[in-house]
C-alpha cells in the first residue's frame, strides 16, 4: 500500500516489523558492497584472450609496436576505436589506459594553456563554471573541483540533461565553459540522449562562444544489456551541420570491453583540435602503450566481434540488473518510498527515495555492513539538493550478494521512510 494511504497505526505496525528485519540482519555481519561500477572477474575473464594474442607479431603496418613514437596512437586502433565513438580516424587519438586521464588533460590544457593559444585561456577570467547535468559521474565532478572550476547543476530528465536550463543558463552566464556529458546509458541514471537533445548540444557553442566545450564522456557506448536499447545519434554528424566540430571532445575505452585498468581509451575532436592536443601532450609522453593498442584490435578484430563480445559481458551481469529490479519491483512498487531507473545498458540503477532520506538510508545500510555510493555522490560537491539520490551498482559483487544486498538495502528504504513519516 502507498505510505500516504496508511493510518498512523498502521504505520506503527510496520514499523515493528522493519526493527525487528533490520535487527535480525544486523545479526548476520553482512560485508555486501554496491558502490563502484566495477567488472566482476568472470567479466575481465572475457579478455584473457589479450595475453599471447600478438604470438610474437608485433608490427602494425610497417610499425613495431615495441619502440617509441606515435602519439596520436596506431592506425589500426583509431580506425577501431574512431568507429565505436563514430568518428573517421583522422579525428581519433587512442591513448594509453584511461579515459578519465584524458578529460583531466583536456581540462587542464584548456583551462591552463588554451586550446587555441594563450588568449584562449579559461583561466584568463577569474571566474571559470562548468554544467553539471546530475546526478552524474563524481570523477567528473571531481576534475573541476580539483581544478578550481565552478560547478553548476542541470536537472538530469529521460531524454538527457534538461537543455532548456541548460540554454538559459548559458545566455546569462558568459563564465560558463564547458559541461561534463554521458550521452550514452549515462552514469547513474542510465537514460540515453534524445536525438533533440544531442542536436541542442551539438548547437551550444554558438550560444555560449568559441571555447566553450562539451565534454562527450562515451563511456558506455557499446554497453548494451538489451538488443534493443537506444541507439545515440551522432553529435559529430550535428557540430559538422553546426560548424562546431572544434567545440566538441568525445572520449570511450575498453575499461569495461576488456580488463579494467589495462585496457586502451582513445578521444575524438577535429584534426585541429587533436594536433593542439598533441602538442601539449609530447611534453608528458614519448607515446602511448602501442603494444597494448596492438592487442586490443587483435583480441576485437572489428565491431562486428566486439557486439559479440559485449553480448556476452551482458549474459554475465544482466541477470544481476534484473534482481535488483525485480526486488524494488516486488518490495516497493505502488509504496511511494522510492523510484528507480530500468537501464537498458551501462553500469548503474538510480534510486531516488523520499526527499531527505538518502544520507540516512545509506547509513542504515552501513551499520549493518552494506557498503552503499555516499549519498550525495553523485552530485557536484557533494550535495545533493533534495538527499534523494542513491547509485546501485551491481556489477561486481557475485549473484546471490547482490539479491541479499538489495533485500537489504529495500529494508532500510522501508524503514527510513516509515520512521522519518512517523516523525521518530
Ligand atoms: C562515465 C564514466 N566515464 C569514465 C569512466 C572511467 O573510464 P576509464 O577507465 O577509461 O578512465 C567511468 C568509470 O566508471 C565512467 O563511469
Same mark, same amino acid.
Given at each position: ?43 575481465? *575473464? !572475457? %579478455?584473457? +584472450? $589479450?595475453? =599471447? ?6 608490427? #602494425?603496418?610497417? /610499425? ?45 590544457? *584548456? !583551462? %591552463?594553456? +588554451? $586550446?587555441? =593559444? ?6 584568463? #577570467?577569474?571566474? /571559470? ?45 558568459? *563564465? ?249
Amino acid at each position: 500500500m502507498h505510505i500516504d494511504q496508511l493510518s498512523t497505526a498502521e504505520l506503527e505496525q510496520q514499523l515493528a516489523a522493519l526493527e525487528a528485519r533490520y535487527a535480525e540482519l544486523g545479526q548476520l555481519e553482512l560485508a555486501l558492497d554496491l558502490t563502484r561500477g566495477k567488472p566482476c572477474s568472470e567479466q575481465v *575473464a !572475457l %579478455s584473457d +584472450g $589479450l595475453d =599471447g594474442v600478438l604470438a610474437g607479431n608485433y608490427l #602494425s603496418g610497417g /610499425v613495431d609496436t615495441r619502440n617509441y613514437g606515435g602519439l596520436e596512437g596506431l592506425a589500426e586502433a583509431r580506425a577501431l576505436f574512431g568507429s565505436v565513438l563514430g568518428l573517421p580516424p583522422e579525428e581519433t587519438l587512442v591513448g594509453g589506459n584511461s579515459s578519465l586521464t584524458m578529460m583531466y588533460q583536456v581540462v587542464d590544457f *584548456a !583551462l %591552463s594553456e +588554451g $586550446l587555441r =593559444g594563450p588568449q584562449s585561456a579559461w583561466g584568463n #577570467s577569474d571566474t /571559470v563554471k562548468f554544467l553539471c547535468p546530475s546526478p552524474g559521474y563524481d570523477r567528473h565532478f571531481a576534475i573541476c573541483e580539483h581544478l578550481g572550476i565552478d560547478m553548476i547543476p542541470v536537472p538530469m530528465l529521460d531524454s538527457g540533461p534538461d537543455m532548456d536550463a541548460v540554454e538559459a543558463l548559458l545566455r546569462e552566464d558568459p *563564465a560558463i565553459v564547458g559541461i561534463w556529458c554521458v550521452p550514452r546509458f549515462s552514469n547513474p541514471t542510465g537514460c540515453t540522449y534524445s536525438d533533440a537533445t544531442v542536436e541542442r548540444m551539438a548547437a551550444l557553442p554558438r550560444l555560449a562562444g568559441e571555447h566553450f566545450l562539451v565534454m562527450w564522456d562515451n563511456a558506455y557506448a557499446v554497453h548494451t544489456l538489451y538488443d534493443d536499447a537506444p541507439q545515440l545519434a551522432s553529435i559529430a554528424e550535428y557540430c559538422r551541420a553546426q560548424g562546431t566540430l572544434d567545440n566538441v571532445f568525445q572520449f570511450g575505452s575498453t575499461s569495461k570491453i576488456t580488463h579494467a585498468g589495462a585496457g586502451v581509451a582513445f578521444m575524438g575532436s577535429s584534426p585541429a583540435n587533436l594536433a593542439a592536443f598533441c602538442r601539449h601532450l609530447g611534453y608528458q609522453s614519448i607515446g602511448p602503450d602501442k603494444v597494448n593498442q596492438l592487442r586490443h584490435v587483435r583480441f576485437l578484430q572489428d565491431r562486428e566481434r566486439l557486439a559479440a563480445h559485449m553480448a556476452r559481458h551482458a549474459a554475465i551481469i544482466r541477470p544481476r540488473f534484473e534482481s535488483v529490479l525485480q526486488t524494488l519491483e516486488k518490495e516497493l512498487a505502488g509504496t511511494g518510498m522510492g523510484s528507480w531507473t530500468s537501464p537498458r545498458g551501462g553500469y548503474f540503477i538510480s534510486f531516488d527515495t523520499l526527499p531527505g532520506l538518502a544520507r540516512e538510508v545509506v547509513r542504515l545500510a552501513g551499520d549493518i555492513g552494506v557498503k552503499l555510493t555516499p549519498a550525495g555522490a553523485t552530485f557536484p560537491y557533494g550535495e545533493d539538493p533534495q538527499d534523494c539520490n542513491i547509485r546501485l551498482a551491481p556489477t561486481f559483487p557475485p549473484a546471490p550478494a547482490v539479491e541479499a544486498t538489495v533485500e537489504a538495502f529495500v529494508v532500510c528504504v522501508q524503514l527510513a521512510s516509515v520512521r522519518q513519516r512517523l516523525g521518530t
